[in-house]
């Protein structure tokens, strides 16, 4: 079985500051990482994907994040956010022979003028 | 064009009916999903269908039944409805069997039971 664990539930930052929200994971076979957002009262939308290659993933809207194997991490970044940038961030995992998708518990995005 | 959509957007209903909501994908993708996204957010799967064939029925009351007549589509009734089943359930497709596909989700249905 596979876990997810968001390290922040809440993140609150200015608008054009860095953000950084946390992700660990864990798991008996290797996995497949994603990042989704989900803005108020919509769906979710796929931010950006690791399945392999190059540790460092590039998504939409400017954000990345960057698998680290030896930490179980899965950090996603942004260097400068916008106020549209606030929603609900979910990290989630899913093993690489299955289709079971374990999301962690959020992380709320809320960026200030 | 909406890549996967449900119906109905809200769904307001008395407890002990039973109700349905839809899901319906334009992707051709061949596995299909539901979840349910309670009141602090937290998302879990219930049920997946590959090519009609149900693949993952997670510990969900018997009152949920997912059907699907084919693989575009995917519907989820419940029966005796209860204040606890008040969430957001969203449905989600995907291409192929393996974790690699990208699951695509439709809006949500926002079901409140009173």
């Known amino acids: 079985a596979q876990s997810v664990t968001q390290l922040d539930s809440q993140v609150p930052v200015f608008e054009e500051a860095p953000v950084e929200l946390r992700c660990n994971y864990s798991?008996?076979?290797?996995?497949?990482l994603f990042w989704y957002v989900q803005y108020p009262n919509q769906g979710l939308q796929l931010l950006l994907k690791?399945?392999?290659?190059?540790?460092l993933v590039k998504g939409i809207n400017g954000f990345e994040a960057e698998f680290n194997k030896s930490q179980t991490s899965f950090h996603l970044r942004k260097p400068s956010v916008h106020i549209s940038d606030t929603a609900e961030y979910f990290c989630?995992?899913?093993?690489?022979?299955?289709?079971?998708?374990?999301f962690g518990a959020g992380t709320t995005v809320t960026v200030r003028a | 064009d909406t890549a996967v959509s449900q119906t109905p957007k809200y769904l307001v209903t008395q407890m002990g009916n039973d109700k349905s909501i839809k899901c319906e994908q334009n992707?051709?993708?061949?596995?299909m999903y539901w979840y349910k996204q309670d009141s602090k957010k937290f998302l879990k799967i219930m049920f997946s269908?590959?090519?009609?064939?149900?693949?993952i029925n997670e510990t969900v009351p018997n009152r949920f039944s997912p059907k699907s007549p084919d693989k575009a589509h995917l519907n989820l009734h419940i029966n005796s409805l209860e204040l606890g089943d008040s969430a957001v359930y969203f449905c989600?497709?995907?291409?192929?069997?393996?974790?690699?596909?990208?699951?695509?989700f439709g809006p949500g249905t926002r079901l409140t039971v009173l």
């Open positions: 989600a497709s995907s291409d192929g069997t393996s974790g690699s596909g990208e699951q695509f």
């Open positions: 798991s008996s076979v290797s996995v497949y």
């Open positions: 690791y399945l392999s290659g190059s540790t």
């Open positions: 989630a995992v899913i093993p690489s022979n299955d289709y079971k998708l374990s």
């Open positions: 992707l051709g993708h061949d596995t």
């Open positions: 269908y590959n090519n009609k064939e149900l693949i």
